[in-house]
């Protein structure tokens, strides 16, 4: 097989989870082929693997609309910016990941200059929440979709928008279904002297800075039934800090763990989690731990959840389809009502039995024959390529 030489692939990835798979998926491309050069927005991760970053990726990390309207001009310079850097290096391929207020405006413009160019959207944008119309607007500029949730390819075969091919959700790379089988051999039954409860309060500060409080109400609420419990956070390094200083009055001291073996480990053994909706959801669901979602957001964003056609917006419920993991969302997010869905996971109950077979479904549906979905999305990238 020849390879074409002198191969140079743009990428964006404009938050940390895009920066991870990023990474992962820069490893996977070396493992079939030599490229010259790897170049455009990423993270630390991305960076170790030999990544370019032509500024830091936190410039385009904005959350929500207020956000992006409070850095509006500066958002637009780094737009131009980075289609600019792009065109003038002429890559083989661009790939984005996520961020797609930021790497789909950037997509276009490069497309419209370089109308050659392959462009493959590794982790699609949710058209299946909102603004539906993207995926057939997607077709001027994308030319394959590598999603990570199972549904989506369904969804762009009805709205007519780009190839779309799923790959398999990462996180399935980080809980082998050994693993899994093995933890359901050896659960045990419930005992007051043994419980371990994953807290994960999300993956940004705004997110963090909202959830550490109820999260930690929850725990005070709990204590009166259950005297000994342990408390397991993992978090990003970035936060580490800010949340060990910030849960020093909580009942029960947190360990706040940064390190993804350990985290995996932790997860593998706890009882029950309480986790701020989004990707940590999924990742809660393959370590098969009952939840309980809980969630605030800006209050712009709030009201524009409700015009949002589907019935829940935590990811695990979205895939498994019959809504099997409570949702507390803004007023809803209180210590008290945690703690009050959070008893009957705890305990051996039909509703524990209940969600652990939503899980195990949800599971099923995830998981790919190949289960490794970098690998799977660096062969199609490398298809392109050779």
């Not at 002198?6 to 404009?14: L, M, N, P, S």
């Not at 370019?52 to 409070?70: H, K, T, W, Y």
């Not at 509006?72 to 996520?98: C, E, G, H």
């Not at 207020?101 to 160019?117: G, N, Q, W, Y």
């Amino acid at each position: 097989m020849n390879i074409k030489n002198q191969i140079k692939i743009a990428i964006i990835a404009g938050e940390a989870s895009g920066d991870f798979l990023g990474a992962k998926l820069i490893k996977e491309i070396n493992n079939c082929i030599n490229v010259k050069s790897y170049f455009g927005v990423g993270g630390e991760n991305m960076i170790k693997e030999g990544f370019d970053s032509i500024f830091s990726m936190q410039d385009i990390s904005i959350i929500g609309p207020l956000g992006i309207l409070f850095n509006i001009r500066s958002l637009l310079r780094k737009i131009n910016y980075t289609k600019n850097f792009i065109v003038k290096n002429n890559p083989n391929i661009l790939i984005i990941i996520d961020c797609p207020e930021f790497s789909h405006r950037v997509a276009a413009k490069v497309k419209k200059s370089l109308p050659d160019i392959l462009i493959i959207n590794y982790v699609s944008p949710s058209i299946w929440a909102w603004r539906k119309s993207r995926a057939t607007k997607m077709n001027r500029y994308i030319d394959h979709v590598l999603s990570i949730l199972p549904f989506e390819k369904e969804m762009y075969d009805k709205l007519n928008g780009p190839k779309c091919t799923y790959v398999g959700h990462p996180l399935i790379e980080d809980f082998p279904i050994v693993d899994i089988v093995q933890k359901s051999v050896s659960t045990k039954s419930f005992s007051q002297d043994n419980i371990k409860i994953i807290i994960m309060p999300g993956s940004r500060i705004s997110e963090v800075k909202k959830l550490l409080r109820p999260f930690g109400n929850s725990l005070f609420h709990l204590s009166k039934l259950y005297p000994e419990i342990e408390i397991v956070i993992p978090t990003l390094e970035n936060l580490k800090d800010y949340i060990e200083k910030n849960t020093n009055d909580w009942v029960f001291k947190p360990l706040v763990i940064t390190n993804n073996k350990k985290k995996k480990y932790e997860m593998l053994n706890a009882r029950v989690a309480i986790v701020c909706s989004g990707t940590a959801t999924l990742e809660v669901s393959l370590a098969k731990i009952p939840m309980v979602v809980a969630y605030k957001t800006q209050l712009l964003i709030s009201l524009v959840r409700f015009f949002i056609p589907i019935k829940s917006i935590v990811l695990a419920n979205i895939i498994h389809g019959m809504l099997p993991i409570k949702e507390l969302f803004q007023i809803n997010c209180t210590g008290k009502k945690i703690a009050n869905e959070i008893i009957p996971l705890l305990e051996d109950t039909h509703q524990r039995v209940r969600q652990l077979k939503a899980l195990d479904e949800i599971a099923d549906k995830m998981y790919t024959k190949s289960n490794n979905p970098s690998k799977e999305a660096a062969n199609i990238i490398v298809s392109y390529l050779v």
